[in-house]
């Protein structure tokens, strides 16, 4: 069976996929792990809220299950794709997450109005903000990463600075083997899923991986 090159992860609202690929971009192995919003009520109105611990369940079942059988004898090359509309809060000591992720374009204000004892720590820089991808990586090496990509970023005016991810053109972290998936990963790239959705026809977990598949791409 073909080496394992590069994975790939879409961070999406309604599921989480990984694609395995081998050297030649072939698609060796995908998993799709489905997710599910609720509407939450709230002082500001209603928002579509998602749950992190969820979330991450989705990743390690999608990602285990390409992963299964195989070894990697250096850190995989991954790709991740995000649902760039989502915004993150967890804290920065422990990594648990407060609030749910909210959905569909509504902005931290919402928590502020609905939590305000709990926003109260994130102007306390206890608890920090971020886009799904920026999560992921607080999450998989925990919590040394805070950071995103220019492309990615967001700068509200209610929001202290503080409490943003820093802004890098490109990222490359390498992710704590125990903390995700059980395998060392070398994410080299996060990328807005909007802009891969129908791309060259390729879904956007195989988009991010083929954006970090080393050597010849078929």
């Known amino acids: 069976m073909p080496a394992p090159a590069a994975l790939g992860l879409d961070l ?6 990984a694609v395995l690929l081998d050297a030649g971009g072939a698609v060796l192995a995908t998993q799709a792990a489905p997710l599910a919003t609720r509407t939450a009520q709230g002082p500001a109105g209603p928002a579509e809220v998602l749950g992190l611990d969820a979330v991450w369940r989705a990743v390690d079942e999608a990602g285990r299950a390409v992963l299964a059988g195989r070894t990697a004898a250096s850190p995989l090359p991954t790709g991740v794709a995000v649902a760039a509309e989502v915004w993150c809060c967890w804290d920065a000591e422990t990594l648990g997450s407060p609030l749910p992720a909210l959905t569909g374009g509504v902005g ?29 990586l607080a999450r998989a090496t925990r919590g040394v990463e805070h950071l995103t990509t220019t492309a990615l970023a967001r700068r509200p005016a209610d929001v202290p600075v503080e409490a943003l991810p820093e802004e890098a053109p490109a990222v490359t972290v390498l992710t704590d083997a125990p903390a995700l998936l059980g395998t060392a990963l070398r994410v080299g790239v996060l990328l807005d899923r909007s802009a891969l959705d129908g791309g060259a026809g390729e879904e956007p977990a195989v988009a991010a991986a083929r954006v970090v598949l080393p050597g010849p791409r078929g």
């Open 12 to 17: 999406a609202v309604t599921g989480v996929t």
């Open 108 to 136: 931290p204000a919402w928590w502020a109005a609905d939590a305000p004892r709990t926003w109260e720590e994130v102007a306390a820089e206890r608890y920090v903000l971020g886009d799904l991808g920026s999560w992921l």
